[in-house]
């Protein structure tokens, strides 16, 4: 048998394989392979589609409109789920090490995971367009089967797009050195995070006169699903031939493009990424890194388990993808502010400039909880080697590591360019301001780690069911701006007095955080040492979890 032919009975057997893997929590990293955590997934896109379907019982719309919103929204929510599903399940390193050595055909292999991934994106399809399908029932001109079609075309939408990404994804696998694809797939997502905010800018530097109801829409593929849900009712508007049918050779293109790829030596070329492609350090930055973290924690075992840490984050693709996914709101907030960052000094101060240091925070205390988390799981077995009297240097070591990447210099960048932007005065108090407020969110929430870096594999499950946490931080952020713009920045003797008191909140914070966590690591190493250990997980069971909380 040809190692690169389909076979029918392999592909089943993968196929059985994945789901009794994900069943059994060993793959929990991966959305499609965790019911309870697609489920979780699946419920708040239900809610999120309350929107189109809002927009659809007013009555003053068009079965069209409600078509293309459902299709645009499932495409924009769609894509950054898909890049980091795809590159989970496609380009595990440890997975095609295993199975590369085995007679397994490129093709079976490549084709029982084209399976989940077009499964979970056909459910993320379904679940936002329900109530959007629904609702169109009120829309003047749509019959009985109105829902049906519009599910239909939702899930073949989804399906189209999984074969996309994972078309993208293998000619990216093509372009790129196989130890960088995954850290090139979170540049993409990204990029295409930030390429609506930045579209209506870059029409307007071209001065583009761009209709909505023009015929050239139809060379997208939303236009196309939209059409077939319309189902002969008007349809034709959204699909020209003469502008759909080149997108339609283009697009599959990439798909078949992309598939050859993964299926000529996936397998041999995915194992290599094992072997990340590591920067010569400079020994000059090491030292200097060095002295600081050691003044920070007070020895050199904090020292070294901070520069550990650092090193280990750089190499990490699950906290490389929690740090870039922070990245993209804050980029967001700089691109959609108006009158851009002017001086929250003033009275017509932007809002933008009130917002950052609080999405700064959010995105640390992200990435201080994805620490923990992480595709190099086995490195705990370096703190069982670590005497019970060092584990308080490696606990301020992290906690000093995160201060420093993600208060102490984001603070002194916002002071070069405050400083530059709108004199030494009020830049640097609004330096200072966010250097405090950072320091109060990792003082406050640092507590909250559930265990040492690198120590417990990706769940996604908790992703889903922080997704709340994080949505009540963004809303006690933008209460916090909303007081800075209507009483606290109206006075520079007020910022300096705030920034007193959430400094000094920040150090008391600080202290009891490292009290908590040094008492909580000998019992997390407790629970590490005594488990049974699995080739793809060491998930902890609910009963160990309630048992770390």
């Not at 050779?249 to 990340?276: E, K, P």
């Not at 020994?283 to 650092?310: D, H, I, P, Q, Y």
Request: charged share 15%; glycine share 10%; proline share 4%.
């Amino acid at each position: 048998m040809s190692i690169g032919a389909f076979d029918r009975r392999q592909y089943v057997l993968i196929v059985r394989l994945l789901r009794t893997l994900g069943a059994r929590r060993e793959l929990t990293s991966q959305f499609g392979m965790h019911g309870p955590a697609l489920g979780i997934l699946a419920a708040l896109l239900v809610l999120l589609g309350g929107f189109p379907a809002l927009v659809a019982l007013t009555g003053r719309v068009t079965p069209r409109d409600v078509l293309m919103l459902s299709q645009t929204m499932t495409l924009v929510l769609l894509v950054p789920l898909l890049i980091a599903e795809a590159a989970d399940a496609l380009l595990n390193p440890a997975e095609a090490a295993v199975l590369a050595h085995r007679p397994i055909g490129n093709l079976t292999y490549v084709a029982a995971k084209l399976t989940y991934l077009i499964g979970f994106a056909v459910v993320v399809g379904l679940a936002l367009n329900a109530l959007p399908a629904l609702a169109g029932l009120r829309l003047e001109g749509t019959s009985r089967f109105y829902p049906l079609t519009h599910l239909a075309a939702a899930a073949l939408g989804a399906a189209f797009t999984a074969l996309a990404t994972c078309g993208a994804l293998g000619v990216l696998f093509r372009m790129v050195p196989a130890a960088r694809v995954r850290n090139a797939a979170l540049w993409a997502q990204l990029l295409g995070g930030l390429s609506l905010p930045a579209l209506p800018h870059v029409l307007n530097l071209i001065d583009a006169d761009i209709r909505f109801d023009g015929p050239y829409w139809s060379a997208l593929p939303v236009s196309w699903f939209a059409a077939l849900g319309l189902a002969g009712k008007g349809g034709s508007a959204l699909f020209v031939p003469a502008f759909a049918l080149p997108g339609m050779v283009l697009s599959a293109g990439l798909v078949l493009a992309g598939l050859s790829v993964l299926t000529q030596g996936y397998m041999i070329r995915t194992s290599t990424t094992r072997r990340a492609a590591g920067t010569t350090t400079s020994v000059r930055r090491s030292r200097l890194a060095m002295r600081l973290l050691e003044r920070l924690t007070g020895s050199r075992a904090g020292a070294g388990s901070g520069l550990f840490v650092m090193k280990m984050a750089r190499r990490d693709w699950q906290v490389r993808r929690t740090l870039l996914q922070a990245v993209v709101p804050l980029l967001l907030v700089v691109l959609t502010a108006r009158g851009g960052l002017r001086s929250p000094f003033e009275e017509d101060g932007s809002f933008a400039t009130h917002l950052l240091p609080h999405i700064f925070g959010i995105a640390m205390i992200a990435a201080a909880d994805a620490l923990a988390f992480s595709d190099h799981y086995r490195a705990r077995w370096i703190f069982l080697t670590v005497p019970a009297s060092g584990l308080r240097g490696v606990v301020r070591g992290t906690l000093a590591t995160l201060w420093l990447s993600g208060a102490a210099i984001p603070s002194v960048v916002v002071l070069i360019v405050a400083t530059a932007a709108w004199g030494v005065e009020h830049g640097g108090l609004y330096a200072a301001y966010t250097l405090a407020v950072l320091s109060c969110y990792l003082g406050v929430f640092g507590w909250a780690q559930r265990g040492l870096p690198f120590t417990r594999q990706a769940d996604a499950k908790r992703t889903i069911g922080n997704a709340s946490v994080v949505f009540l931080c963004i809303i006690l952020g933008v209460a916090a701006a909303i007081v800075q713009v209507v009483w606290l920045f109206r006075d520079v003797g007020r910022v300096a007095i705030a920034s007193l008191v959430l400094g000094a909140t920040a150090v008391i914070a600080g202290r009891t955080s490292l009290r908590i966590l040094e008492n909580k690591a000998l019992s997390l190493l407790a629970a590490f040492s005594g488990r049974d250990r699995r080739t793809f997980t060491v998930a902890l069971d609910e009963a160990e979890d309630d048992d770390l909380a």
